[in-house]
């Protein structure tokens, strides 16, 4: 089944490795894109130093089928970078995969970009009037382009003055010579985490990635610092003075993995939050709590927990089902759902569900999964969601329809729950979802509220730069 | 990662179809072992009736890549059956791939098989002297060969005489002419559901994949039931008397899908009952029950609720992990499980955990997970398996190791629990397993008694026949 | 370019190995059929003798992309076969791709053919009212069934009288134990050959296979021949007496390879010899001869050296056209001709020209070819075809069209030349195609005179049995 | 087998199309490619107009593989060009496949490149130092930059400036907005060629391409002539002045094919004539002439009318054996040729032969030639190039090896003869071979002379920019 955008979509997940004696770069870097294949499906690649040259390797497709030939080669190295991405908008497909590898005055640079930046634009149109020929439509080309053309002669006074120009998210991991950069954008958008074991530093957008390294400790690389890894050691520096972050805070509700840790905040814990909000929200009277696995799991456990309902697992879901194939145009929309998530009958028979997601989109998926419930006995269906409901298009890293797509733009939770066929629809509001969090100020909450923490006029509607 | 029998393994899952009026057949049994995947992801392939010809299409490889080209062809039939397989002993592979088909004296006939015979050996002897050829090492071909040589000039006296030579663990779905044979061993060993809906007779292993296409009302193909459905309609005949059935207890604990029935029983109730009596035998003291997923869930959540215990989702698993890769032999085992399953650190920290899980059969995974959750900090682990200690080989259609293989013969729980690093181990009893079900006397718990249900002398250790 | 029937198609060729001490049987296998690749290119296949099992590898597909693998692993053995097969009737592809691997009561027998039987239809009869089943269409399964089914004990035996029940074409090679058996039909329709070098036995059905393997001293297995090679040495007995034969004239007209012998005859010397006799028979003036590549050239050299006309290149082919793809309805047939054969406008313009082929099928190839010369300036343009006209379809395993197909049957000669646009079409005659082998008695003549050297009455048009 | 660099190699050949109303250009640039297949095997790509965008689909591998997905779909279009490419250098593979397509201030461009330019080092470093990135190592990223550079406002003032800067070999065909440009060097040293049918232009290195579109009329885009193809017609001019051209001679003594022509000259009738001029040197008695196929056939033909020595063709050449694979390191370099090339025993025994070739670069497979030929029974064998000794590396566009890889330039003809095993070696001396071609001064001999027609300072040893 082709992803038909239900859900929001990651642009993609970022990993370093800097080794001060030489190992497996290539494979361990398997390992890291393999536990961060969550955050982008589409494409997927790496680039690390082989004797004197940069080498770079990607194609479309997951990080098992193109990488995994790395795992049955010895690829000794200091240094190397990988990526993994989502969807691309369009046609120009294999030019937009990651990492970019370029030369230039500043020598031979790899990048693994995740994020998206907001003045692309104006960027852009400078470097078109000063010359500059772009091979791709990603920001990833801009940056590099920047790099090259300042007046700094040196890779890190370049990269800096750099940064300085860029507004918007971006965490980054690039190889210049024999050294790995890590850098985040001043308002930490999207996560990044450092960490070392046996004399190896990794990088990686989560946690879990650095756990099956075997990494022990790490800590976030910080919003606004520059990390360079090399062989005299690690330097870390600031670009840009601290200040209040804007944290995605859709990386907590619905990205990241439960195991990791993103933004100093555990995944697991937050999202057993949001179920306990839900249920401190609720006023019906129900008898089971049923996530819509796997993304409603642990609020489901949550809510379940806090309003002593038991969690029943009420929907199975085929997880073979990830692997695409094109349903014929004569099935109905109803049959694609089925071959992802099934009724437990036997569970769900004669019950008051409350039915817990992580959030709605267009409520195409919602509508079928109301239906089938009900087919299969459910008495009544309370949809949960453990976000606020998403108004405005996100600008910073993540793949959301356009404003008229969002169904929450369209109907108010009444009218929801009457189009998806739910005895109810509630949304957690803003209020409570930030309550979840340690420090609410330092999130961004646009796409629920619009109020975006940086000025995003250069783009349209559908987060390309005009 | 390729398998390392580290869970019992299924034979096969088979399908079938018959439709008065011609339907996309293939399309349709290509949601039907979509369905039905778990139950053998080596190979898969489809016969059905194309004009006035039968035709087969199978390869290695799962239902997704193998056949998801016929969603996109209109192929009109009346009549088709399906098979997906599980891994196969020694070098043969291709040519065991179902379904087979062959043309004889009884016309063309597909025949897809779920289970084992276990009077191959001597059944086979006959033939070889008689002059038959064997191209392939299933039991299938025996059947076919049986059915050809019979003296009976008619396809069913033929077939009929057939099933009465057979010993052993047999549901089958064939075709023959225009029409649709379905049948199930006298003991009923494996399970085959049968329902209708506009006018198409839909069968197969599970009733999940009946809920899949659609269907609302199925029954169970009787143990010693032989049913022939054609333009005529739907004959139902027996070929064995009614008696005492040996119903596979195994597919209720780990092999059927949780949303499925098998043998007239939820499979989900059944382990929330088991996780249940898991409770009822517990002395230790602990603080949250956790599943190893997926397999222990169901089990984990009877567990809890039955004990009052928090359920926690405590180990995360990547499901992209099913994608097959080799790991380099410089991987430690660890990594391995790594990969596939992680502790949620923020969950199992400083926990005392009843870790529950459906059986143990080597015992190397579950080392590695009590290693990882206790690094991850787990205060003490306390191993419970839904299902008694696995000591005897299956004859009737499930990959069992050697009994030497099987960890159960070489070490008591206690020792067990020594060897993994477990706080405890303990198992559910065969008496109290056997409660969790409505008529215990008609399922078979050889691989834990080895009491056989038939005589099984003339089957080997590795349950091929000798 | 889907092939069209444009040219007579082979059913196959085949290979075998002994070797006292061991080798890399499987990579010594891959340069035999690599060398046979143009007897048939849909299918190819292996079996070899691997420690104490025989195995099987085949698929559809050259033998490059199929069997390369065999060259990077070393597979040690004493004894192997192989096989490459052309384009199969019908549906059920894959399962006709040999070698075909059986296990009976004379042990496990794999077997490699090229012909076909002339009595396949009775043999089948009784086997399958005796109760055989079959799982291909092809005759290969007969033999093998025939040998099982044998009252002798032993497998020479029973291959013995196996042999003694064929009619028609057969060349086979197998294995059976440790021995490679090797064995041609008593009127030798297929050629097949057998050398050694370095303690290594080699068979193939051309000796250009033979060349490249480095086999200075071969023989031809001998019609009616029965020749075992294990650790014992050679042994060669008769299973039939020596008579009249009837080999293929084809093989030296169009299939073998220029640089084989076959039938103990030079192909190339017999070819240029073809084109000598049709210069004798030549009435018209003409600048030069022009061969249509490759299928052509010798006869066309032989041709100019006994007319003194210039020999001249002037058709291109291209040589990657062999690689398969399919043509858009769109395009013209003529379109099609081109991507694989173009004129040489300096070469054939204002010239009046003898061109060459070996034999006409459908024609349709022929008319385009004249076209493309005639606007390419060519003033005249005289066909001439190194084979009388193709009349009846040959039973011996060679793919012919229907007689309705073969032009020959539907025009003269005269008709002909209009509908293709030749100023003339001559075609070489029976008698002086004769003249050009040594011992003409010793060929079947059988596609253009319809005197077949057997009953053909049980086959049916199509070559398949009825 | 891998390439071993026995021959020369072209770095590519490219196409162009513009349709004034709309046609399925990516399925008439199939054709184009298809016939250009010999000048670039490694890699090919399209790029084309699709509503109102330009997109690009490349990919390493062949024409067929790659592209003809394309010969199924209709995409209606005005104008699109093509690129097949020979082996790259070094690592970067996929990143230097044409067409190179980049957005700039002067707007979309696409671009295809034959040839290589001499001041690439000089023009890079510039480039370099001015903020340009490089994400290949292909001169053609270099003229884009170059275009996007330039101070001229409009994108063809901005060519025509460009133009005037690159010094050494190109041929172009590029997309901008709904044009097609078309341009050659000033010294002309790769071919182009363009023609138009129905209304549709078309443009291809060499004649066969246009010969396959069904193009009757076309014309040689002369040497420093710059033409855009759009809606409003055909419209020429020059860039540079007329004056002495500089092509290639080596395309007509091995790159193109015979039944094309390159710089106004018949491929074919040169190559008779050079195969003259090698009789007309000649000394020693023989019998007969035998050409390496495909090579030195028509050199062999114009070598044995001349001197009157019969024309015949002992060896024979494995077609099949284009399709790559990798020798085991088991296997003599004997094998690896025998795969290919086979004497034909019947047709070289005992005789004398001329054997006529087009070159020779390192002569590993001279030496292996000429002994299965003797192996064979040939009584001698003097080899005869039909081109002068290769000493010097090329610099525009064609991938040489080393000037110590170079066998003649470590062995005189009589040494090499020797080394080789041949009764005698001898090279076609340049002044004879200018004498082959009407205007002798308007080609580069420089691969033989040393005497380049530009600068070559700036390039190193293996033609890539210091």
Avoid at 309 to 333: D, K
Avoid at 431 to 443: G, M, Q
């Amino acid at each position: 089944m082709k992803r038909k955008n239900n859900k929001l979509g990651h642009y993609c997940g970022i990993a370093g490795i800097f080794a001060r004696d030489e190992i497996n770069i290539p494979e361990h870097l398997f390992y890291a894109l393999f536990s961060l294949q969550h955050r982008g499906q589409e494409s997927c690649g790496i680039s690390y130093r082989k004797g004197d040259q940069l080498v770079v390797y990607k194609d479309l497709g997951m990080v098992a089928p193109v990488l995994s030939r790395y795992l049955q080669e010895n690829r000794l190295s200091n240094v190397g970078i990988g990526h993994v991405r989502y969807s691309t908008h369009g046609g120009n497909k294999v030019e937009n995969v990651q990492p970019i590898m370029v030369s230039c005055n500043k020598g031979t640079i790899a990048l693994a970009h995740n994020g998206n930046l907001s003045n692309t634009r104006e960027l852009k149109q400078k470097l078109f009037s000063d010359g500059s020929i772009f091979q791709s439509t990603s920001d990833s080309e801009v940056i590099l382009h920047l790099i090259s053309r300042s007046r700094k002669t040196d890779f890190y006074g370049a990269l800096k003055e750099t940064l300085g120009q860029m507004e918007g998210a971006f965490s980054l991991a690039m190889v210049h010579d024999n050294s790995l950069v890590l850098t985040r954008d001043p308002l930490g958008f999207r996560p990044l985490y450092i960490g070392s074991r046996d004399g190896v530093t990794y990088a990686a957008s989560e946690t879990c990635a650095l756990d099956t390294l075997g990494v022990k400790e790490y800590r976030s690389v910080d919003a606004g610092e520059l990390t360079i890894i090399d062989k005299n050691g690690v330097h870390t520096e600031r670009f840009a003075p601290k200040g209040p972050k804007k944290q995605c805070i859709f990386e907590l509700i619905y990205f990241a993995r439960p195991d990791s840790s993103v933004f100093d905040t555990s995944v697991h814990l937050t999202r057993k939050r949001m179920g306990a909000a839900l249920a401190a929200c609720e006023t019906v009277s129900a008898d089971i709590v049923v996530p819509v696995p796997d993304s409603g799991n642990i609020a489901a456990l949550g809510c379940a927990e806090a309003s002593g309902l038991p969690f029943e697992m009420g929907l199975q879901r085929n997880h073979y089902a990830g692997r695409s194939f094109i349903m014929p145009t004569t099935a109905e929309r109803e049959l694609a759902v089925r071959m992802k998530l099934h009724p437990v009958k036997t569970a769900v028979m004669d019950k008051r569900i409350i039915l817990i997601d992580d959030s709605i989109v267009r409520g195409t998926t919602s509508r079928t999964l109301v239906k089938l419930l009900k087919d299969a006995g459910a008495k009544e269906v309370h949809l949960r969601l453990s976000s606020p409901e998403i108004k405005w298009p996100c600008y910073f890293g993540i793949d959301t329809p356009t404003r008229d797509e969002l169904i929450s733009n369209r109907k108010n939770p009444e009218e929801l729950a009457a189009h998806i066929g739910a005895d109810s629809v509630k949304f957690l509001p803003i209020d409570k979802l930030a309550s979840c969090v340690e420090n609410p100020e330092d999130f961004c909450y646009a796409c629920f509220s619009g109020s975006y923490p940086v000025d995003v006029s250069q783009i349209n509607n559908n987060g390309a730069c005009l």
